[in-house]
């Protein structure tokens, strides 16, 4: 299973960005996909993260500027991000909890990661 991840770049204080995420390979089901950041000299924290059946969960620090989505039919996650801010500079995670076979459990993967940096 492989995760790319795109959208990430630089954008001033106050813009937008949108990230996705493509989950490709042997996948039976998709369980829960998420975004993470990761700051540097900081732990790779939660920033967002959805079910199959569209419940979302958030972080306090990006409630009511962010707003994750899927398409379970494209195996795609998205991070819509507005009015961004300095702090939010990190390189940004998708993760997917994959059953690659009926029956299994669900197992993480990782995209590599893309940078989002907001300039003050």
């Known amino acids: 299973v492989q995760l790319q991840a795109s959208g990430g770049g630089l954008v001033q204080t106050g813009g937008s960005l949108r990230l996705s995420c493509a989950a490709s390979?042997?996948?039976?089901?998709?369980?829960?996909m998420g975004w993470y950041r990761q700051a540097p000299g900081k732990q790779r924290d939660l920033v967002a993260s959805i079910t199959r059946g569209g419940r979302s969960n958030y972080a306090d620090s990006v409630k009511g500027r962010f707003t994750i989505s899927r398409d379970n039919a494209k195996n795609t996650v998205y991070l819509q991000m507005n009015s961004l801010k300095p702090e939010d500079t990190a390189v940004y995670y998708c993760?997917?909890?994959?059953?690659?076979?009926?029956?299994?459990?669900?197992?993480?993967?990782w995209g590599k990661g893309t940078l989002v940096t907001v300039s003050s």
């Open positions: 993760n997917a909890e994959t059953v690659t076979r009926e029956g299994d459990y669900g197992t993480d993967y």
């Open positions: 390979g042997s996948i039976f089901s998709i369980n829960v």
